[in-house]
């Protein structure tokens, strides 16, 4: 028996070693998993339950022009926050930072009683307040240093820089299109928890700062966008648009110097603006461009030798059928030379030229100067415009003078710096250089040939048609700059209504293109007016505040006039003298009749019709208000009188008989 019990006892001392063992080692894997195998998982668990992270407002770099000013650039400012769990006295709390604030009282309570150990009161405050508030040493409110985006300029380029939203990821511009560039590192707060949760003390946070961005130096130039924005403003002002468009590229580079839009808006305050004024028309918008298109027909059809400079061209008097279709140009003309049909601008003899050159020849060469294709500027939402691939009935003669086919305004400048270079394709650009946060450069971007669209032989002579555009008798003698030789050409074309999807009989786009000066051609220039009122005509409406921008350009690039300038334009060289009203009132096409300038005496307007009328004020250099339409029949003064500042001048047209 006490062997017997002896080996019980052994056995159970066994078992109850074993299990003991076997529990021991349990432990020990167990403390192995979590203090070894789970220790940083663990550690971060508990972090999150005894700190509570705050992200702040990433810093960017900022965005400079050409000359290093800033265009926009991320300040310190502190944000308000609140730990309403803190915060014992709710009602007498909110009823201080209420009208300290600007927030109604019982919106701050709503905020402050909540059951969070977080919450923003107001971010990105007015230093003098934000100082006022920590004075007041409040239980439960706090501050935290965030980067606030800031456009000093206001207005100035506002749809080339864009903005950003509260992230402050970029929305639109160069911020949205270099976002990732100019976006720095995060910082964030942390804010030290008790076991309940609650945040133990303000006074403990740790605060990492953001950190910026790397900065854009743009090619744009402030100087020139004030220029081409102000000539802008005025040219939509006074002939009561809907609003306009300004390009200022470099001819040779693809340098875009400036872009403007009318109306424009404030980037600092963007979200009180519509969605049509934040809008880079430049660059989202299509349209068609009219007779400024000829010049590209014309050029491919020299360039591909279809025609010769010397051709005559019968333009029929005005008239001519094609198909079921009838084009007519504004003022008839039996036989145009090559050049004269540029100058007169002739849809008939542009169609023509497009015939004789056919569909096979003319669409390649279209497409090379960029048409229907993106350009690929680095700005978001490019429009690639729209040329049909399959061209159909009077699709031909219609496209040759711009109709039917649809480009931005940055194509439209692309395209004509090709002829102004000596053929080359450029790609358009507004980024030159990246730099680090200490402004050393880390990227740099050079001029790019796209491809060679004509000769320089060809570029040549389209340049010398194009002058007469701007030469006595031409239709943008408005665009005529003294001392400098200019190569341009007036579009006026008809927009298509949205709801029918045929062309409106009353809604027109003006527009003049050219680049100066014309014999060593540093600047291409567009101005394109929406939907003017009254006079539509591009030579009216848009060839003034061309010249406005090249004038004013030219003398601030500091480049001479190379040619004989008036007594009255030497001066001019500093600043533009303002454009008379009378310069306001054109004719787009057609000879006026020769008369002395500048006389004070009320010509006999009789019988003409409105188009020779304004062609004769302007010769005369006389404003005339014009009543009505068709034929000139009354008239104040009576013809021969003197025309006195005081008189009321005017012309009373009617539909002739």
């Known amino acids: 028996m006490k062997d017997e019990r002896e080996k019980w006892a052994r056995v159970r001392i066994i078992m109850i070693g074993t299990i003991f063992g076997l529990l021991f080692l349990n432990v020990a894997g167990r403390a192995f998993y979590l203090q070894i195998l789970q220790h940083e998982n663990l550690v971060k668990k508990a972090d999150r339950q005894h700190q509570h992270r705050v992200d702040l407002t990433t810093g960017r770099g900022s965005i400079l022009d050409r000359n290093g000013t800033t265009l926009a650039e991320s300040i310190h400012m502190d944000s308000c926050y609140a730990e309403p769990r803190n915060i014992k006295d709710v009602d007498g709390t909110a ?3 209420a009208p300290i604030l600007g927030i109604p009282k019982h919106e701050l309570v709503a905020k402050l009683s909540l059951n969070r150990s977080f919450t923003w009161i107001q971010r990105w405050l007015a230093p003098e307040i934000a100082t006022r508030i920590r004075n ?50 995060s910082g964030y707060m942390i804010m030290e928890r008790d076991a309940l949760g609650r945040n133990i003390a303000i006074t403990n946070t740790v605060i990492k700062d953001s950190s910026p961005g790397k900065s854009v130096v743009l090619t744009l130039d402030k100087t020139i966008q004030f220029i081409a924005e102000k000539e802008l403003a005025k040219a939509v002002t006074e002939s009561n648009a809907k609003g306009g468009m300004a390009l200022v590229m470099e001819s040779d580079t693809g340098k875009v110097l400036a872009m403007a839009n009318y109306p424009t808006f404030n980037p600092n305050a963007y979200s009180r603006y519509s969605l049509a004024q934040l809008r880079n028309h430049v660059v989202v918008d299509s349209f068609e461009p009219g007779s400024t298109f000829k010049v590209f027909t014309i050029a491919s059809a020299i360039d591909s030798g279809s025609i010769r400079p010397s051709d005559l061209y019968n333009c029929e008097n005005g008239t001519y ?24 601008s002739s849809n008939i003899g542009a169609a023509k030229i497009a015939f004789k050159m056919g569909e096979d020849k003319l669409s390649p060469y279209l497409r090379n100067f960029g048409f229907g294709g993106r350009t690929g500027i680095d700005l978001p939402g490019e429009s690639p ?28 400048v692309s395209a004509l710096s090709a002829i102004a270079n000596g053929g ?58 003294d001392g400098y030789r200019v190569a341009g050409k007036t579009g006026t074309a008809q927009k298509v209504d949205p709801v029918t999807h045929t062309y409106s009989p009353s809604k027109r786009i003006g527009s003049f293109v050219g680049f100066v000066p014309a014999d060593k051609p540093k600047l291409t220039i567009a101005v394109i007016i929406d939907e003017p009122q009254g006079v539509k005509y591009g030579g009216v409406v848009a060839a003034p505040a061309f010249r406005g921008i090249a004038q004013n350009t030219l003398a601030y690039l500091k480049i001479q006039p190379n040619m004989p300038t008036t007594a009255t334009s030497k001066t001019a060289a500093a600043k533009v003298p303002p454009i008379p009203a009378v310069e306001a009132l054109s004719y787009e096409d057609g000879d006026a009749e020769e008369v002395p300038a500048g006389s004070e005496i009320m010509p006999n307007f009789r019988g003409m019709s409105m188009r020779r009328v304004l062609q004769v004020m302007e010769k005369r250099g006389i404003n005339i208000r014009l009543i009505g339409s068709g034929q000139a029949g009354e008239q104040s003064p009576p013809s021969g009188h003197k025309i006195r500042g005081t008189d009321e001048v005017w012309i009373k047209f009617a539909p002739s008989a």
């Open 95 to 97: 009823g201080v930072l």
């Open 136 to 185: 007041m040493r409040l239980p439960g409110i706090g501050f935290a240093p965030e980067s606030k985006r800031f456009y000093p300029n206001m207005e100035i380029a506002a749809h080339v820089v864009g903005f950003t939203g509260y992230d402050p990821n970029g929305l639109e511009g160069i911020e949205l299109k270099y976002d990732s560039t100019i976006l720095g590192n």
């Open 321 to 344: 059928r094609v198909a079921d279709r009838i084009i007519h140009d504004d003022h008839p003309h039996s036989r145009l030379t090559v050049s004269e049909i540029i100058k007169y």
């Open 385 to 412: 415009g729209s040329l049909k691939r399959h061209w159909y009935g009077v699709d031909l003669a219609t496209i040759s003078f711009g109709q039917g086919v649809s480009l931005s305004a940055v194509q439209l």
């Open 424 to 481: 080359n394709l450029m790609r358009p650009y507004l980024v030159e250089q990246i730099l680090d946060e200490s402004g050393k450069v880390t990227q740099k971007f050079e001029p790019q040939v796209v491809r060679r669209v004509i000769s320089p032989e060809t570029a040549r002579i389209i340049t010398k048609m194009m002058e007469t555009v701007t030469g006595e008798g031409g239709t943008g003698t408005n665009a005529a700059l």
